[in-house]
């Protein structure tokens, strides 16, 4: 259903939704929908619920809950991408294919050869990008996206992974397919991708070293970093059938 609005949990109040801001614009003056119009509202790993529109006033919509249906489109098992920090533009673009794909978490991290530096006024946007996604692609669970972390923080989160697969370019002996035989849905599932600039052959080694971690080749065509995350994370989610 294109007519899809993210709310927060304390805009309803029993079986009413208050509808305020950019969503209530968006229904009012874009959508330009009417009094008994059916639309489906939503909040962060919330039900789906179908409303129906009982007021369109000046500031905001209300409307009433008419029935809520567990949303079937949220991933039941956690992957997580450590993101190389790339130029905001490709961020973005990430942010929204791993939210249509079912990713659970973005976590970016700086090493040796990043390029991009952090920009915290742009977490706002990339806020707005996924949940755009969220509505286009139907689920309800928001993608996390962490705060930056270095190098060395982001080897110590692996230790809080089941497997951890690691998109390695030096690699010419492990397949990504290989690896994607050993996961199942009860795991806790991790992936590294570097940034454009890839990795020192020093931060290589020492990903390698840890135990959970799989080095994978991800074939004889060098991928960019945002082509290599959605390929990775959507082989990962579709080897899990998410």
Same mark, same amino acid.
């Given at each position: 259903?294109?007519?899809?609005?993210?709310?927060?949990?304390?805009?309803?109040?029993?079986?009413?939704?208050?509808?305020?801001?950019?969503?209530?614009?968006?229904?009012?003056?874009?959508?330009?929908?009417?009094?008994?119009?059916?639309?489906?509202?939503?909040?962060?790993?919330?039900?789906?619920?179908?409303?129906?529109?009982?007021?369109?006033?000046?500031?905001?919509?209300?409307?009433?809950?008419?029935?809520?249906?567990?949303?079937?489109?949220?991933?039941?098992?956690?992957?997580?991408?450590?993101?190389?920090?790339?130029?905001?533009?490709?961020?973005?673009?990430?942010?929204?294919?791993?939210?249509?794909?079912?990713?659970?978490?973005?976590?970016?991290?700086?090493?040796?050869?990043?390029?991009?530096?952090?920009?915290?006024?742009?977490?706002?946007?990339?806020?707005?990008?996924?949940?755009?996604?969220?509505?286009?692609?139907?689920?309800?669970?928001?993608?996390?996206?962490?705060?930056?972390?270095?190098?060395?923080?982001?080897?110590?989160?692996?230790?809080?992974?089941? $497997?951890? @697969?690691?998109?390695? *370019?030096?690699?010419?002996? %492990?397949?990504?397919? &290989?690896? /994607? #035989?050993? !996961?199942?849905?009860?795991?806790?599932?991790?992936?590294?991708?570097?940034?454009?600039?890839?990795?020192?052959?020093?931060?290589?080694?020492?990903?390698?070293?840890?135990?959970?971690?799989?080095?994978?080749?991800?074939? $004889?065509? @060098?991928?960019?970093? *945002?082509?290599?995350?959605? %390929?990775?994370?959507? &082989?990962? /989610? #579709?080897? !899990?059938?998410?």
């Amino acid at each position: 259903m294109e007519k899809r609005f993210f709310i927060q949990k304390e805009d309803i109040t029993g079986n009413q939704i208050s509808l305020s801001g950019e969503e209530h614009i968006h229904l009012s003056k874009v959508l330009r929908l009417h009094i008994n119009d059916e639309v489906e509202c939503f909040f962060d790993s919330s039900d789906v619920f179908l409303c129906k529109i009982t007021e369109i006033l000046k500031d905001k919509s209300i409307l009433e809950i008419e029935s809520s249906t567990p949303c079937t489109a949220n991933a039941k098992t956690s992957v997580t991408l450590f993101q190389g920090l790339p130029k905001l533009d490709k961020l973005e673009f990430i942010c929204q294919k791993l939210c249509e794909i079912g990713a659970s978490e973005i976590v970016p991290f700086s090493s040796k050869f990043t390029i991009a530096k952090e920009n915290e006024n742009k977490i706002e946007r990339l806020s707005k990008i996924i949940v755009s996604a969220c509505k286009q692609c139907g689920r309800t669970q928001l993608l996390k996206v962490s705060k930056l972390v270095k190098f060395v923080e982001m080897l110590g989160k692996l230790k809080g992974y089941d $497997k951890v @697969i690691f998109a390695n *370019e030096k690699e010419n002996s %492990v397949t990504l397919k &290989s690896a /994607l #035989t050993t !996961l199942n849905s009860s795991q806790k599932i991790a992936i590294i991708v570097g940034s454009e600039g890839g990795f020192s052959t020093d931060e290589i080694e020492k990903i390698c070293q840890q135990k959970n971690v799989f080095s994978v080749s991800l074939g $004889k065509r @060098i991928l960019r970093t *945002e082509t290599a995350s959605v %390929v990775l994370c959507g &082989s990962v /989610l #579709t080897a !899990l059938e998410e």
